[in-house]
């Protein structure tokens, strides 16, 4: 017993101790000023260069003047940004602290913090008698991948380079999902490594995505969730008896589609699960898992022209497809 407290004491204080670390990490990503050196460094060209043996030629009053009148033109030129509070690696650390800090409150009160020491669970993958067919996997996936062009967008609205921002974001993310699933061995669910590397996938397909524009321009990777109109509905995040998630190419990404109403539509494929969540041992076992190929309209396109806003990249719209499925059950 006192091994085991030992054992707990201990995982807690590395536990605390990387999180730590990762977000004192992510304030150093911000120049202590709020700039990076991309945006900060200036390259002199020579006309702009003053040689040395020039500032020799003045006289000693023209030398007093010259350095009075450099001296006040620094003081003038101190960007608005350096007297910014908090400065930008400030938000960074508050971003990043405060993302784990709600995932903690919520986790204590919903999904059993604490509890339990830390362990390991092995949910496996897609196989018809996992605890949600697979759906959950996705589930991490698209959550990663959305959650870190989230990031990615908030630190562009900070000043940073897109470069930066990518990658920032990125790290972001996978700081965060890292954080939660890790919470998650201290409950009943256990720390699941199918989990961490779905979550490493969906946050390296968002950096490739920010890296390669014209990718995001072609494909686009979207959850779709059908309301049922009752309470479950407020836990969308983890319903997935409503969700689907699926791949939609986009004929707009295509230079060769040149009529304009070929290029809102979309090819679709994608996978969903059903009656996982009511399933009991010994009653009848109805629960399927589905791949589906459908033909959709580019809601995100349409939105667009009237509102700047990329969200229905990551959203499908119900009711906006043709589908036809294919039981794998």
Sequence with gaps: MDV???????????????????????????????????????????????????????????KIASEEEESLSSEQEIPSEKKEFPTRGQKTLLLNAGSMAVIFM?????????????????????????????????????????????YSYVYRKWGYTEKEANLYGALSNLGVQTFMEAADGFSSQGFSYEDLIMNVAGTGVAYVWGKVPYLAK????????????????????????????????????????????????????GYYARHYKDYKVDSLDDRGRHLYIGIGFNVSKLVQKFVNTRVLDYIQIPYTSARKGFPLD
Aim: hydrophobic content about 35%; proline content about 4%.
């Design 106 to 150: 919520y986790g204590l009160s919903q999904w059993d913090y604490g509890k339990d020491g830390f362990h390991f669970e092995n949910e496996r993958w897609f196989q018809r008698d996992t605890k949600y067919g697979g759906a959950d996997k996705l589930g991490h996936l698209w959550s990663s991948y959305a959650l870190s062009h989230l």
């Design 4 to 62: 085991e407290r030992s054992m707990i004491r201990f995982s807690l204080r590395l536990f605390f101790l990387a999180t730590l670390c990762f977000c004192l990490a992510s304030s150093s990503w911000a120049q202590p000023d709020g700039f990076s050196q991309s945006e900060n460094d200036e390259v002199l060209i020579p006309e702009q260069m003053i040689p040395s043996e020039g500032k020799e030629c003045l006289t000693p009053e023209q």
């Design 218 to 269: 072609k494909i686009d990777f979207r959850m779709e969730y059908t309301p049922g109109f009752n309470s479950r509905d407020f836990g969308f995040s983890t319903n997935y008896e409503r969700q689907r998630f699926l791949i939609a190419l986009k004929a707009d990404g295509f230079n060769f589609i040149k009529n304009p109403c070929l290029r809102y539509l979309e090819f679709h494929a």
